[in-house]
């Protein structure tokens, strides 16, 4: 698991202790959800994302109040925060109504931003110790699963580095559990290298409602013609070496998706 500076442990805290103050609840979304359930050297990430359960208007307090503490704005990207320690934070407004829209558009930069699949980083959040007065609430695997493949297809020349988390969980998903040595995986005639890519695909499809399967369905499609650039993309993407293969990320893929397409 990631291990965070005293001065991002010291920032963290006032955030949440301020979310707590308007009864918000912040969820750890993004690269950095990968890494506290993960040890993963190749996919650090330098900034922590957050998901907070805020409608604009309440958001926009949040906002100020940060201002007021010392916090300073990016003036190009309203999403991106620097704490007075220096920490970089992106902070997603997801209150419910937002939620229920599916999208919201930043009021400066008029940039719109899918919200599909965010009903789950608040439902299915796990409470992980990140220091001993510290506990976050952070988006499992299969969520982050979720949010990575929504993201590919709604922007695939922007969010090319959700790839690498895409195929580092098709890789590594539950493969420390006993689930890899279930008869579920014995009896789909598995090896043990495909065990997680159709662990995830089972988990994810019990997750998803029909609109978001139909959004993996799209991200499944987009990356496995082989004629277009996004497979390649996805082929090249693994963050370990010996899994930039066209081999390996056609049967991962295929173990996935037929996992996905379960009845």
Known sequence: MIELSKAEIDDLRELTQLCEQMKADLVVV????????????ELKTGDLDFAVALDLID???????????????????????????????DLIPA??????SKQFTWPKSEFAMSLEGFDHAFTEAQKITVANDLV????????????????????????????FHIRA???????????????????????????SAYLLGLDLRTLC?????????????????????????????????????????????KTFSEAFSTD
């Open 59 to 89: 958001f926009a307090k949040l906002q100020a109040d940060l201002s007021a503490m010392g916090w300073a704005q990016d003036p190009k990207r309203e999403e991106r925060w620097r704490s007075k320690h220096g920490a970089l934070l």
């Open 169 to 195: 969980l098709l890789s590594r998903y539950q493969a420390d559990s006993n689930r890899v040595f279930t008869e579920a995986i014995t009896d789909a005639g598995l090896e043990y290298s495909l065990a």
């Open 136 to 163: 976050l609430r952070v988006i499992p695997p299969v969520v982050l699963m979720l949010l990575k493949t929504i993201a590919y297809v709604d922007d695939p020349q922007r969010r090319g580095k959700d790839l």
């Open 30 to 41: 993004g690269a950095i959800a990968y890494q506290l359930h993960y040890s993963d050297d």
């Open 95 to 100: 209150g419910k109504t937002l939620r229920e």
């Open 209 to 253: 409602t029909e609109e978001e399967m139909a959004l993996i369905r799209r991200f499944i499609s987009l990356v496995s013609d082989e004629d277009r650039s996004h497979w390649w993309a996805f082929v090249t993407a693994s963050p370990r070496s010996s899994e930039r293969d066209e081999g390996v990320a056609r049967g991962q893929l």
